[in-house]
């Protein structure tokens, strides 16, 4: 086997065998195959796309490309959910302490942000002592003992995503369905849960920007995960203005924060409790999607799910008073806020120029070896479908580098439009893919 031959079948539109594609992948985590090959495979791959077995197949070499965690040492059916990613996504610090709380064990791996879209492992360092690296015993001890860690993925798992992601990244072929479903879902099924709740994101401040791409994405990998076994459901919801009010790190724990404590955005909180729902359904612990959903509002309404972030917090090192005191999260010196020039309602709040203006603040990376600033990011006033008077403030921008902040400003005015007309506002939840579907639309 070479790989001048697997590019050239690809390049044909010729289907790889499950050898060809373990050749490739084996060979590029092991150094043997260059990157300009593999480049080339990609592009090939892009043009000609590849079927559900080959997607499968590569699903699973890089899935077995480095270490699997085995979570059988914990008791009960482990749920993992990840989001495709997006803007203000911070689902994970409020649906983990919720499926936890309804005795789901939460053992979840999570990763960085990168581009415009931002990451849980970054907004959980925020918390003062919070560790987001935890040995495998130590990872598997705490979920035993308080139900709930959420880590970073460690570097050792699916080595051939990692080289490949960032290989995608500057050649232009990110934006592919196999490329993608593959890998989410070879680091999902490496990571060991049961069962997989997928929360597909669609709108501009995704990689899937209208609906049928996105039932396209949710179907693929939703396939990849019943055939490795795993229940798997995928929920599209609207990625087409930020979610929430808070994007950067800090701001947005606080308002996970708040929304435990039953004071979040609607929007927020309408999604929490629907993937919450889906996974407390999943866990076993409900006998419906609605009754996990009910189950998901009682232990908000009761703090226990806040408790167990709480615990979380405190197992894992950090300041558990955060919780309580919000000024103990790094702080800005910088704030300036983005007014309305005009009068209406909002129409549109582009995620894309709203997560590009929380990079610039400090708060997100561009490339992987960016530092980036805790204490940064933005607060929105408005939403889609909010009434504005001329001079109302739209957001608020926080950071430690007037530039960068007033910088922020600058692209987060791209992102406002206003209509003189009533707005309606985004669906948030658009349909359900998996098993005893829900269907929406
Ligand atoms: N998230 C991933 O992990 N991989 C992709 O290819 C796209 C989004």
Redesign the pocket.
């Known amino acids: 086997m070479n790989m001048n031959d697997i590019i050239y079948k690809k390049r044909e539109g010729e289907k790889l065998a499950k050898e060809e594609i373990e050749y490739f992948i084996n060979g590029y985590v092991k150094g043997e195959i260059p990157d300009y090959q593999v480049s080339a495979l990609l592009m090939a791959i892009y043009f000609r796309q590849m079927d559900k077995e080959e997607t499968f197949e590569l699903t699973n070499a890089m899935r077995y490309s480095g270490d699997t965690i085995d979570l059988s040492g914990i008791a009960g059916i482990k749920v993992d959910k990840h989001s ?2 997006g803007v203000g996504d911070k689902t994970t610090l409020i649906v983990a302490p919720i499926a936890s709380a309804c005795g789901v064990p939460i053992a979840k791996m999570s ?1 960085r942000g990168l581009g415009f879209t931002g990451g849980t492992v970054d907004k959980l360092e925020s918390i003062p002592g919070f560790r987001t690296s935890l040995e495998p015993e130590e990872f598997l001890s705490q979920v035993n003992d308080v139900g709930i860690s959420v880590i970073g993925q460690t570097a050792h798992i699916t080595p051939a995503d990692k080289k490949l ?1 960032a290989l ?1 990244d500057v050649t232009s072929t ?1 934006d592919n369905f196999s ?2 479903a593959s ?2 879902m070879s ?1 999902k099924l490496a990571a060991g849960s049961d069962a997989i709740v997928l929360d597909v994101k669609c709108g501009n401040g995704a ?1 899937m920007e209208n609906l049928s791409d996105a039932i396209v994405l949710g179907n693929i990998m939703t396939e990849i995960g019943e055939a490795a076994g795993r229940n798997t459901v995928a929920v599209i919801t609207d990625m087409s203005q930020p979610l929430g009010k808070a994007i950067g790190n800090s701001v947005e724990v606080i308002e996970a924060i708040e929304t435990l404590k039953g004071n979040g955005p609607s929007d927020i909180t309408e999604l929490a409790i629907y993937l919450s729902g889906v996974m407390i359904y999943l866990g076993g612990k409900a006998d419906s999607l609605e009754e996990g959903r009910i189950k998901a509002k009682e232990v908000l309404k009761s703090g226990e799910a806040l408790k167990k972030l709480r615990a979380m917090i405190i197992a894992q090192g950090g300041e558990g008073s955060v919780i309580d005191n919000y000024n103990l999260f790094p702080k800005h010196s910088i704030e300036e806020n983005l007014l309305a020039k005009d009068s209406g309602y909002v129409s549109e709040i582009t995620a894309r120029n709203i997560g590009l203006a929380s990079q610039h603040t400090g708060a997100g990376r561009a490339t992987k070896e960016d530092n980036i600033d805790l204490s940064a990011g933005i607060y929105l006033h408005k939403k889609v479908g909010d009434k504005v008077t001329k001079g109302d403030v739209l957001a608020t921008f926080y950071g430690n580098d007037r530039i960068k902040v007033l910088n922020a400003v600058k692209e987060a005015d791209k992102a406002f439009i206003l209509a003189k007309e009533e707005v309606v506002r985004p669906v948030l939840i658009k349909k359900v893919i998996g098993m005893n579907n829900e269907q929406k639309e």
Do not use: A, E, P, Q
Request: aromatic share 16%; proline share 0%.
């Open positions: 495709t990613g990763g992601y995608r990110v490329l993608i890998s989410i680091k990689f």
